[in-house]
């Protein structure tokens, strides 16, 4: 079983700048894709960016030029710079592990940005 822990969420202004940073834990061996995605209110759950293993990365086109994704592989955690947050980036963003043919979510971190 693998658990997941987010943090990094919170209130920002428009423009502002937060990271989250999701650790996994519990039996891993090895760590696939690893990814960020986020629910708005009323709206589906869209992809944000993931990254794999070896660190190539994939972005949503809203979140190209202003956020960034990475991984610490030897820590089991993935990050997400969000920068230039616009108020359409509220959400309850989520991380999501592939271990294996399993996946696993996260329970969820409130972003609000606001003036």
């Known amino acids: 079983q693998v658990q997941l822990v987010e943090s990094g969420g919170g209130l920002v202004q428009p423009g502002g700048s937060l990271r989250l940073s999701c650790a996994a834990s519990g039996t891993i061996f090895n760590i696939g894709t690893m990814g960020w995605y986020r629910q708005a209110p009323g709206k589906q759950r869209e992809l944000v960016a993931n990254?794999?293993?070896?660190?190539?990365?994939n972005y949503a086109d809203s979140a190209k030029g202003r956020f960034t994704i990475s991984r610490d592989n030897a820590k089991n955690t993935v990050y997400l710079q969000m920068n230039s947050l616009k108020p359409e980036d509220t959400a309850i963003y989520y991380c999501r592990v592939f271990v294996g043919i399993a996946n696993y979510w996260g329970q969820g971190t409130q972003v609000t940005v606001s003036s």
């Open positions: 990254i794999i293993r070896g660190g190539t990365t």
